[in-house]
T-cell receptor, first 112, second 111 residues
Framework: GESVGLHLPTLSVQEGDNSIINCAYSNSASDYFIWYKQESGKGPQFIIDIRSNMDKRQGQRVTVLLNKTVKHLSLQIAATQPGDSAVYFCAENARGSYIPTFGRGTSLIVHP | NAGVTQTPKFQVLKTGQSMTLQCAQDMNHNSMYWYRQDPGMGLRLIYYSASEGTTDKGEVPNGYNVSRLNKREFSLRLESAAPSQTSVYFC??????????FGSGTRLTVV
């Protein structure tokens, strides 16, 4: 079936490094993608989204890249900080669907 | 801005007991969702409501019921709790192409 998945379950980086979290999706009908951050004991928090008519979108210290050719999504975090330590989920919405599909998550660990 | 508010935050139930998890959003979103999150399983959709007056089953609806009381409120009921329902429950609301906002979760233990 269609699914959203993540390449790396855990990513460890040093404070100040740039982090890249990857996500593969298989539903060619997906036209909206979202990244979420979930800190321990909290609910998922919206970080950034991108529509399928875009290849790149930037926020504050974060950039999302979308490669529709290979069905790949990535989240780049610049100058990673200890406060960025969390689980990051990607999610996708198929065109016309009310239901987002979530990946399992990647745990980002930032070492001071 | 409150966003999505869930109550209670923690609950312990005995097997067979019933309870209702409450959720309210103040963002005027049409769609609302209930998820459960278990270690290693990610977020699994229990029920959703695409708009006021409608509800539909998600991936894991067995043992649960929902009520979309009005546009703001979407409750999840466990009629006869089982240990397999021990989980963290999240309510979310959203609008097309505008992302989804999650509550802070309810940590439920069934003994």
């Amino acid at each position: 079936g269609e699914s959203v998945g993540l390449h790396l379950p855990t990513l460890s980086v040093q404070e100040g490094d740039n982090s890249i979290i990857n996500c593969a999706y298989s539903n060619s009908a997906s036209d909206y993608f979202i990244w979420y951050k979930q800190e321990s004991g909290k609910g998922p928090q919206f970080i950034i989204d991108i529509r399928s008519n875009m290849d790149k979108r930037q926020g504050q210290r974060v950039t999302v890249l979308l490669n529709k050719t290979v069905k790949h999504l990535s989240l780049q975090i610049a100058a990673t900080q200890p406060g960025d330590s969390a689980v990051y989920f990607c999610a996708e919405n198929a065109r016309g669907s009310y239901i987002p599909t979530f990946g399992r998550g990647t745990s980002l660990i930032v070492h001071p | 801005n409150a966003g999505v508010t869930q109550t209670p935050k923690f609950q312990v139930l005995k097997t067979g007991q019933s309870m209702t998890l409450q959720c309210a959003q103040d963002m005027n979103h049409n769609s609302m969702y209930w998820y459960r999150q278990d270690p290693g399983m990610g977020l699994r959709l229990i029920y959703y409501s695409a708009s006021e007056g409608t509800t539909d089953k998600g991936e894991v609806p067995n043992g649960y019921n929902v009520s979309r009381l009005n546009k703001r409120e979407f409750s999840l009921r466990l009629e006869s709790a089982a240990p397999s329902q021990t989980s963290v429950y999240f309510c979310a609301s959203g609008q097309a192409l505008m992302g989804y906002t999650f509550g802070s979760g309810t940590r439920l233990t069934v003994v």
